[in-house]
């Protein structure tokens, strides 16, 4: 079974800093381009960011830029997303995903999804 997988979610106050992991199984994800979104309560999926196959190319929300970094280990068929600085309107659901085309990533028609974990930013 494919499965992408997040982790690393839960209760940070203002200002503080977590990072998520998505680990892939069933299959490898090493070619294809991977991404974060978030939906938070009453609000839409959106996207937060992406990263290239080979982890080189990176592209971010204007909301999350200069404070979010996706990062990934093809080895460990893992992909990141360190947060920081993090505030109130970052609390939501993140999502993991994955195609094989920078856009499917972008535009939220990904080919696999995670699960989400939830991010609660307290003040």
């Known amino acids: 079974q494919v499965q992408l997988v997040e982790s690393g979610g839960g209760l940070v106050q203002t200002g503080g800093s977590l990072r998520l992991a998505c680990t892939a199984s069933?299959?490898?994800?090493?070619?294809?381009?991977m991404g974060w979104f978030r939906q938070a309560p009453g609000k839409e999926r959106e996207f937060v960011a992406s990263i290239s196959p080979s982890g080189v190319s990176t592209y971010y929300a204007d909301s999350v830029k200069g404070r979010f970094t996706v990062s990934r280990d093809n080895v460990k068929d893992t992909m990141y997303l360190q947060m920081s600085d993090l505030n109130s309107e970052d609390t939501a659901v993140y999502f993991c995903t994955a195609d094989s085309t920078f856009s499917g990533v972008l535009i939220g028609a990904g080919e696999y999804w995670g699960q989400g974990t939830q991010v609660t930013v307290s003040s």
């Open positions: 069933g299959r490898t994800f090493t070619g294809d381009h």
